[in-house]
């Protein structure tokens, strides 16, 4: 039987109405997950993507979620406040059906990190610095069963190696860790 354990659960609201567009949480998110950090900016590299819809005039942050090696069936598309989307817009996982929080270099999938940092951040990076308070971060206590294991990372990193190759895996692992280091 799994222990049950207390753990914090971070989260990003996002009002989409209150969205402009600035980009401005792409930046901050791209510059703080550069090596060494704030080096650089490439917003290829955020965890967090502004869409647009320019039929709507309607922009809208995502940001990245779990990778998923499979493809999804279906694209579904939903209606928000009379307003229509579709599923792989407002999807937040990494898949091999386009090319939105795949890291440039290695093409490894990118996961928001929530700007985990020692010393640990009051917020995100892209929720400070953005604009207009589309982005809020919450952090709530949650009783979960204990979920991941050992067992749980080796298949993780198996299937990442399987998918992208020994050297792309082990650079990307090398470049995180200078990263957490530097």
């Known amino acids: 039987m799994a222990e049950k354990k207390k753990k914090i659960i971070k989260t990003?609201?996002?009002?989409?109405?209150?969205?402009?567009?600035?980009?401005?949480?792409e930046m901050i998110c791209s510059a703080f997950h550069a090596t060494p950090k704030y080096s650089s900016n490439s917003p290829e590299r955020a965890r967090i993507r502004v869409m647009f819809d320019?039929?709507?005039?309607?922009?809208?942050?995502?940001?990245?979620?779990?990778?998923?090696?499979?493809?999804?069936?279906?694209?579904?598309?939903y209606i928000i406040d009379g307003k229509e989307y579709d599923e792989c817009g407002l999807c937040r996982a990494a898949c091999p059906s386009?090319?939105?929080?795949?890291?440039p270099d290695s093409g490894l999938p990118?996961?928001?990190?929530?700007?985990?940092?020692d010393p640990a951040l009051?917020?995100?990076?892209?929720?400070e610095w953005c604009i207009n308070d589309a982005l809020t971060y919450e952090a709530r206590e949650e009783e979960v069963e204990e979920q991941e294991t050992l067992e749980d990372v080796k298949i993780?990193?198996?299937?990442?190696?399987?998918?992208?190759?020994?050297?792309?895996?082990?650079?990307?692992?090398a470049r995180v860790s200078a990263s957490k280091k530097g």
């Open 12 to 25: 990003i609201k996002i009002d989409v109405n209150k969205c402009n567009g600035c980009r401005s949480c």
């Open 54 to 77: 320019p039929m709507r005039d309607l922009y809208f942050p995502v940001y990245a979620g779990e990778y998923t090696a499979a493809e999804c069936m279906g694209r579904d598309r």
């Open 98 to 103: 386009r090319k939105i929080f795949h890291e």
């Open 110 to 117: 990118l996961k928001c990190d929530m700007c985990e940092d």
């Open 122 to 127: 009051e917020k995100p990076k892209c929720v």
């Open 156 to 173: 993780g990193l198996e299937s990442m190696i399987d998918k992208y190759g020994w050297d792309k895996v082990m650079d990307t692992v």
